[in-house]
């Protein structure tokens, strides 16, 4: 018989040591180690024959991606699922990650491929009910209340499904590990499985993970790196939009975004994000600034509200919400430096609207424009959308894909354009929008001075 030997495994990372340690080594977390039980390998000579395939012998055209009914996640996906996969979605609880999965599941069934619904977190009951209540009615859905992935190969062969969704790979498990579903060598080994069963029967797999109170996905972090793509479902209770964000994308582009919106129907696309980010836009408000984030490989056009108020005691306050907090302390710097504003003495928030958070740098000066806006107390032209990043000399700086920019600008009807100097050079835009060049933040604040200078 095999013999059990004793490891202790830091449940944050995976790390693996021969006895039990306050603090981990590798991710600096404390009381994070759990005993875990193993059988010990018999030692032995490898017998199998591995045969190495050139390269140029593989042919690359019989790789053929199907759409999974969902063109947001197409779109995240990088054109469409790759069969032989394996993806991770992680999001908060309640965010719509089963309902998103459940309408999967139905558009491939539509298409007359099977597929396999294994939840070991809901009762067959509970999905059937989410299934009405989404119209949702198929035959060759196939749902599996089972938590044991040992079993897993067996049943997709006999059900023969191109898809199989696992809600979620925190409960499953293997019955050759002793610990219990959720620990980290549970995890390792059912995502092994999967990877490997995924690999061989070119099926496609999506997993369903939990999050931390931080929001990253919970587990080591060998389990993103064994599957082949990982995306976070976003988006605030509040509010109606969810985001899909791709963070690893073996098939295609991490920078893109998907966007739907929560209904009593399901999860709905939305073809035009830019009029749902400006549906709010007032006139005669100061702190309000349009700006043009290009997220993936479309543009967006955001309003960004800003307010300047009287500082209580102590220090200053800087928030945020849908930007890093720290580009409003490096731009309120900026302002402080180059024009003497007295920043340091007022409160400054940003909001960005519609619950999306924005990491392009291009609207630096959309921000700006916003925070000049409130301080003086002066409303900015609503027909107008400022774009451009800001250096910490005062400068401003290109931006890449002005001209999709411009065009989507044109597009949602506003009038004009403020955009770094010498950055539409070899661009092309209509007449009928006007741009205004600025070389640093003096020039954007004559304009917020002036009303728009525009005219």
């Known amino acids: 018989m095999k013999k059990t030997v004793s490891r202790f495994v830091c449940s944050e990372c995976g790390y693996e040591a021969s006895k039990w340690l306050g603090r981990c080594p590798e991710c600096a977390s404390w009381n994070t180690f759990v005993e875990e039980l193993r059988k010990k390998k018999n030692s032995g000579k490898w017998e199998k024959k591995i045969d190495a395939v050139p390269l140029n012998s593989i042919p690359s055209d019989n790789i053929c ?29 309640g965010i719509g990650k089963s309902t998103l999965l459940l309408q999967v599941a139905d558009s491939i069934a539509r298409n007359g491929r099977r597929v396999i619904y294994l939840s070991g977190e809901e009762s067959l009951n509970q999905i059937r009910l989410r299934s009405r209540r989404l119209g949702i009615n198929s035959g060759f859905i196939y749902l599996l209340n089972e938590q044991n992935i040992d079993i897993i190969d067996e049943y997709i062969r006999e059900v023969d499904a191109g898809l199989i969704i696992v809600d979620s790979i925190q409960t499953v498990y293997s019955e050759s590990i002793s610990s219990i579903p959720g620990s980290v060598s549970q995890l390792r080994e059912c995502t092994a499985r999967i990877m490997d069963i995924a690999k061989k029967t070119e099926k496609t797999f999506f997993l369903v993970g939990h999050v931390t109170k931080e929001g990253a996905l919970a587990g080591p972090k060998v389990l993103e790196h064994m599957v082949d793509a990982v995306i976070y479902f976003e988006g605030e209770r509040n509010y109606f939009f969810r985001i899909l964000r791709a963070v690893k994308n073996r098939f295609g582009a991490t920078d893109e975004i998907g966007l739907l919106e929560m209904s009593s129907q399901g999860l709905i696309e939305i073809p035009d994000p830019s009029h749902v980010f400006l549906s709010s836009l007032e006139t005669d408000t100061a702190g309000i600034a349009v700006t043009a984030s290009f997220e993936g490989s479309r ?15 102590g220090y200053p306050r800087r928030m945020a919400s849908g ?24 409160d400054v928030y940003i909001k960005i609207t519609g619950g999306i958070f924005l990491k392009d740098s291009s609207i630096d000066l959309g ?30 700086r290109p931006v890449p894909f002005l001209d999709l920019r411009l065009k989507e600008i044109e597009k949602m009807g506003f009038k ?11 661009t092309s835009y209509s007449s009928n929008l006007k741009v205004i060049e600025v070389k640093n933040i003096d020039d954007l604040i004559d304009i917020v001075d002036n009303g728009g200078g525009m005219i």
């Open 323 to 346: 930007i890093d907090q720290s580009r409003i302390a490096l731009i309120t710097a900026v302002l402080e430096k180059k024009r003497r504003y007295n920043l340091s003495a007022l």
């Open 416 to 426: 004009k354009a403020v955009v770094p100097v010498n950055a539409v050079r070899n």
């Open 299 to 313: 543009p967006l056009l955001i309003e960004v509200q800003a307010l300047v108020s009287p500082s209580g005691p």
């Open 367 to 396: 921000i700006s424009a916003a925070i000049i806006s409130s301080y003086k107390e002066c409303p900015l032209p609503i027909d107008t959308v400022f774009l451009g990043e800001l250096s910490l000399s005062g400068q401003i």
């Open 65 to 93: 991606r199907f759409s999974c009914g969902i063109g947001e996640l197409d779109r995240v996906l990088g054109g469409g699922i790759v069969p032989g996969s394996v993806v991770l979605l992680g999001g908060e609880p």
